[in-house]
T-cell receptor, first 112, second 112 residues
Framework: EDQVTQSPEALRLQEGESSSLNCSYT??????LFWYRQDPGKGPEFLFT???AGEEKEKERLKATLTKKESFLHITAPKPEDSATYLC?????????????FGRGTSLIVHP | KAGVTQTPRYLIKTRGQQVTLSCSPI?????VSWYQQTPGQGLQFLFE???????NKGNFPGRFSGRQFSNSRSEMNVSTLELGDSALYLC???????????FGPGTRLLVL
């Protein structure tokens, strides 16, 4: 069974204070690891897909990296508008079915 | 480009009733996936439809069903509602599968 564990559950940062969110996973046949951002009362917003260990992707103040066991979402010099819940998901290929498994998320608050 | 549309946005039902939720995908997207999000369990995959066929299914009871029409619009149905079915139901669409999905705003269902 695929599993995703995100840490920390909650994170408070001051504006400009860089940090990283962790996503540890176990999966049979990784097809992709996904990062989403979810604002209260809204659906998740796609950020990145990573496919293989060593891959990195960047978007504005966010950078996602992937190893064989975990992924990090690095947030550089965050701003208050970066406050949201960040979700990590993996999709494996167990038994020919492609079912995404989500972590519980990291709630990020950035104070001005 | 219009985003994913879900209707209705809010719904209140009583135990034992059934409910039908609708999802209209982004133009050109043929894959529609449905998810249930609750504070206790997080985001969980229900099923995915592609070209009017159910392609993947999560671990939910048979009371949860869905279908997809030739224009890629999808509906999900929950019969014999239980209190525990209260949740935010999200649909996500993509061109081919569950990679790089775009989520709708969700339908918030309350079962009394």
């Amino acid at each position: 069974e695929d599993q995703v564990t995100q840490s920390p559950e909650a994170l408070r940062l001051q504006e400009g204070e860089s940090s990283s969110l962790n996503c540890s996973y176990t999966v049979s046949g990784l097809r992709g690891l996904f990062w989403y951002r979810q604002d209260p009362g809204k659906g998740p917003e796609f950020l990145f897909t990573l496919y293989s260990a060593g891959e990195e992707k960047e978007k504005e103040r966010l950078k996602a990296t992937l190893t064989k066991k975990e992924s990090f979402l690095h947030i550089t010099a965050p701003k208050p508008e970066d406050s949201a819940t960040y979700l990590c998901a993996v999709e494996g290929s167990s038994g020919g079915s492609y079912i995404p498994t989500f972590g519980r998320g990291t709630s990020l608050i950035v104070h001005p | 480009k219009a985003g994913v549309t879900q209707t209705p946005r809010y719904l209140i039902k009583t135990r034992g009733q059934q409910v039908t939720l609708s999802c209209s995908p982004i133009s050109g997207h043929r894959s529609v996936s449905w998810y249930q999000q609750t504070p206790g369990q997080g985001l969980q995959f229900l099923f995915e439809y592609f070209s009017e066929t159910q392609r993947n299914k999560g671990n939910f009871p048979g009371r949860f069903s869905g279908r997809q029409f030739s224009n890629s619009r999808s509906e999900m149905n929950v019969s014999t509602l239980e209190l525990g079915d209260s949740a935010l139901y999200l649909c996500a669409t993509s061109t081919e599968g569950t990679e790089t999905q775009y989520f709708g705003p969700g339908t918030r269902l309350l079962v009394l």
